[in-house]
């Protein structure tokens, strides 16, 4: 740590080598401390994840939640300022986490032998691992994702006593705490398995990336690109955050890191406060949906389906390019309505510049596509991606550090040689440049710099973890609980039942679901909750299995930009200076199209790239899915005029209605309904260029003098 003749670190030392993560951990003993525990939290990981760490699944899930209630306590206190009795709980509960992960590790092969007849001392530490999972779920998350989850787990316990078709068998204490606290069911599930696996690694992917110069480097190209266009402000914000998507995944964090730009740009050329806060929230809600990376959800997805991540990707890609399509066109309309111009070009940087100085940033990301749409798995694809972001960062300094040019060629196609050696050689090479790099950083100029990077991008995504870890952690009890008392199996039917006779009902019955189990917990507790019910109820109505979970999907993530939670506006409130909720309501005028989405994927598959589907019956599978995607654009096009009121010129109140209805037949996709809508869409469209041709004709006489 850079420090002063006094021995303090000063403001601008820390702000130079640590950015916002030191100042997030606390500059204190305590601060430093838990900085450096979130730096070996993802050494950890990427030790497992490159197998340099070889430990049974089991103890790898138990370590990772171990270190997640380690952090997450003495974190939140040392955030809130509380009081010493405050912080000695937080600190004891953080001890008990990590006491639960040393035992299940001391413990491992007992437990494999014992499983199902647990001793005292097991159920004791189970106890305590579901007391200190639920605590890090309440202080990170608020009261909503305990009670909903602590609900199932009163369900296990007691669950025989309600009336039948709701109860059921009955379990003894001991037996709910085994199933819970031990083995591959429970806490340690499928959610955390892939949170302490991929999520982990892709956080810090993402991270690597955003210190290096990721976010710089996609707004320079989203400025030089539509920065000059009509409403172009808001369009670098869509773009932009969409770009964001592709790495980080998180909506949340999307907000906080792109909105602190794009929204004040935003206010400055004239959109209103509440208007660019939801335009800055939808666009970064869409980063979850947006391939490569997408959000955490997606590997959560993969893993509970059984199938390839590319396979998800396939079916996202034409939706999350809509989404954003949408956002765009609703952001275009709304200049449009309210005349606002774009920057002038002189004031914006180029993009072929921008490109041309942090081109090598893309590269990773290049890799990871590539890697992923050749079928090798997220973990071995984020590894690599991770490897060469680290790679690049530290070769940088040293490359600057060279006497001429061919050395610099020489040791950037060396360094090449070196990254491709991984699929030959496995990590082992990879992890001897870093060593290499390392050392070569501590004698070069900036290297110092370089390496306070590199250690802050580890310990901020250790931090940007936390909640999506302990989030899968305690989802896992209401897991745990469907497979142990096939509570899932009633809700199911009852969806089923609906849907025989309105398969639409059903449809809307899950995505209600969705929208009220998001207005309190985060989008992976939702997707996990309402798929595991949901997703086989829809799959016995006709529904494709990857459709299904995709439509709670979106629908989890539309949550949180649904009122009265809202998180995604609530946190681009203050940025803003507007109240959440105003900004709530514009966000979803915003993100009208995944609202529609997912229901026309229901009715056609081939909008997800699925087989299956009358359509793809009757007309084969590419012109379907080209006639889909047309139909789609089109509902979105007039459901953007309908929401903003303008199209060439601002619309009348029955001018709205009708592209509105337009828009609601094209969706419907009954019989009739295409023809219908498309004779409603050239009615609307043919009237209002007819009314409003006079009014453009002298606009367009002067663009081509």
């Not at 921008?354 to 090798?376: Q, T």
Request: proline content about 5%.
């Amino acid at each position: 740590m850079s420090k002063s003749e006094t021995g303090q670190t000063t403001g601008a030392d820390q702000a130079e080598l640590h950015d916002h993560a030191h100042g997030e951990f606390g500059t204190d003993r305590i601060g430093r401390f838990l900085f450096w525990i979130a730096v070996i939290f993802s050494l950890y990981q990427i030790a497992t994840a490159a197998h340099v760490l070889n430990l049974p699944s089991q103890v790898v899930r138990a370590f990772h939640v171990g270190f997640l209630t380690l952090l997450v306590f003495p974190l939140v206190v040392q955030a809130r300022g509380s009081a010493p009795a405050i912080k000695a709980l937080a600190w004891g509960l953080a001890l008990a986490g990590v006491a639960v992960a040393l035992y299940q590790y001391v413990e491992y092969k007992p437990l494999l032998l014992r499983a199902g007849d647990p001793l005292p001392i097991d159920i004791v530490f189970g106890v305590i691992a579901l007391v200190t999972v639920f605590a890090a779920a309440y202080v990170l998350m608020g009261p909503a994702l305990p009670i909903i989850s602590g609900a199932f787990l009163a369900y296990c316990l007691f669950g025989q006593y309600l009336p039948s078709p709701l109860n059921h068998r009955g379990y003894d204490f001991s037996q709910v705490i085994d199933h819970m606290a031990y083995g591959t069911e429970g806490i340690y599930g499928i959610p955390i398995y892939v949170s302490a696996t991929y999520i982990f690694l892709f956080i810090l992917f993402g991270s690597f990336l955003e210190r290096a110069g990721m976010i710089k480097l996609f707004t320079d190209v989203s400025l030089g690109l539509v920065g000059h266009a009509r409403g172009g402000a808001a369009k670098v914000s869509v773009i932009s955050s969409g770009l964001m998507g592709t790495i980080s995944g998180s909506g949340v964090a999307n907000v906080v890191t792109t909105g602190q730009f794009t929204i004040p740009l935003m206010k400055r050329f004239g959109y209103r406060a509440a208007f660019a806060g939801g335009v800055e929230s939808t666009a970064s809600m869409g980063g979850q949906i947006m391939p490569p990376v997408m959000g955490a959800v997606a590997f959560i997805m993969a893993e509970t389906l059984g199938i390839e991540y590319y396979e998800v990707v396939k079916a996202a890609i034409i939706p999350a390019v809509l989404y954003f399509a949408s956002a765009f066109w609703m952001v275009h309309l709304e200049a449009g309505k309210y005349g606002l111009h774009g920057l002038p070009r002189s004031e914006l940087p180029s993009p072929r510049k921008a490109l041309r100085k942090g081109w090598y940033l893309i590269l990773p990301l290049a890799v990871l596509v590539y890697l992923l749409f050749s079928g090798y798995t997220p973990l071995f694809a984020g590894t690599i991606g991770l490897s060469l972001t680290v790679l690049l960062i530290l070769g940088g300094s040293v490359a600057l550090g060279l006497p001429g040019q061919v050395l610099r060629v020489i040791f950037w196609v060396g360094l090449g040689l070196v990254a491709a050696s991984f699929f030959s050689y496995g990590i082992t090479a990879i992890l001897i440049a870093a060593l290499v790099l390392i050392l070569a950083n501590l004698f070069v100029d900036g290297g110092r710099k370089t390496l306070a990077v590199c250690r802050d991008s580890l310990a901020e995504g250790a931090k940007t973890a936390l909640p999506v870890g302990v989030a899968c952690a305690v989802v896992g009890i209401i897991i745990g609980t469907m497979t142990l008392t096939g509570v899932a199996n009633t809700f199911g039917q009852f969806i089923v039942s609906v849907g025989e006779k309105s398969l639409f009902l059903s449809l809307v019955l899950t995505m209600i679901t969705c929208i009220i189990l998001g207005m309190g917990i985060p989008t992976i507790p939702n997707y996990i909750i309402t798929s595991s019910i949901a997703g086989p109820a829809l799959l016995a109505l006709g529904v494709p299995l990857i459709v299904s979970h995709m439509f709670v999907f979106y629908f989890g993530i539309l949550a949180d930009l649904t009122p009265p939670v809202a998180l995604a506006c609530f946190a681009a409130g203050p940025i803003a200076k507007e109240n959440g909720l105003k900004i709530s309501m514009e966000a979803i005028k915003v993100a009208a199209a995944g609202f529609v989405i997912p229901f026309m994927a229901v009715y056609t598959p081939a909008l997800m790239l699925q087989d299956g589907g009358p359509l793809v019956e009757a007309w084969g599978y590419y012109p379907a899915v080209a006639y889909i995607v047309f139909k789609a654009l089109l509902a979105i096009a007039l459901w953007g005029a309908a929401v903003i009121g303008f199209l060439r010129s601002k619309l009348a109140i029955w001018e709205r209605v009708l592209a509105a209805v337009a828009a609601f037949t094209l969706i419907a996709a009954l019989p009739v309904t295409d023809e219908l809508g498309f004779a409603l869409a050239a009615l609307f469209l043919g009237q209002h260029w007819y009314r409003t041709r006079m009014a453009h004709a002298p606009q367009e006489k002067r663009a081509g003098e």
